[in-house]
């Protein structure tokens, strides 16, 4: 089904230097309301944050003086045209990523795969070296 149209819960973060990852936005902004996505790409200086509730998104604006101040960042509800545009660009893209064609492994093929991996990592695991330094 997707996410469904709510008004006022999407906050759009500008940062002057390319924002951490999407973990750490979500747990920097967690502490102070349920975050539902983090849309970003890896050294973006923008992202989109949506929030369960406008209260959740109007929460985070109020009190972000604090995070403002120690990560360099600005908040902006978004509204109006630029809020109809943004979720009309979530519903694009889920359609593409529901679209994709994706790789059908059925019975054996699916236990050979699964067992190849596990024997890949087994492998990687016992290959690591413990290196001793001699500090004399």
Not at 36 to 56: I, K, Q, S, W
Not at 69 to 78: Q, R, S
Request: glycine share 4%.
């Amino acid at each position: 089904m997707g996410p469904q149209f709510v008004s006022g819960v999407i906050v759009k973060i500008i940062s002057t230097e390319p924002l951490p990852g999407r973990k750490q936005i979500k747990n920097a902004l967690a502490v102070l309301a349920d975050v539902a996505y983090v849309d970003m790409l890896e050294g973006d200086t923008e992202c989109h944050v949506r929030f369960n509730t406008p209260e959740d998104a109007q929460t985070v604006v109020k009190s972000y003086k604090e995070i403002q101040i120690k990560n360099n960042w600005k908040f902006e509800v978004l509204t109006g045209d630029n809020e109809q545009r943004y979720w009309q660009k979530i519903l694009v893209d889920r359609q593409a990523k529901l679209n994709q064609p994706r790789e059908k492994k059925r019975g054996t093929e699916k236990l050979i795969a699964k067992a190849e991996r596990m024997r890949l990592e087994k492998t990687q695991q016992t290959s690591k070296h413990i290196r001793f330094t001699d500090d004399n």
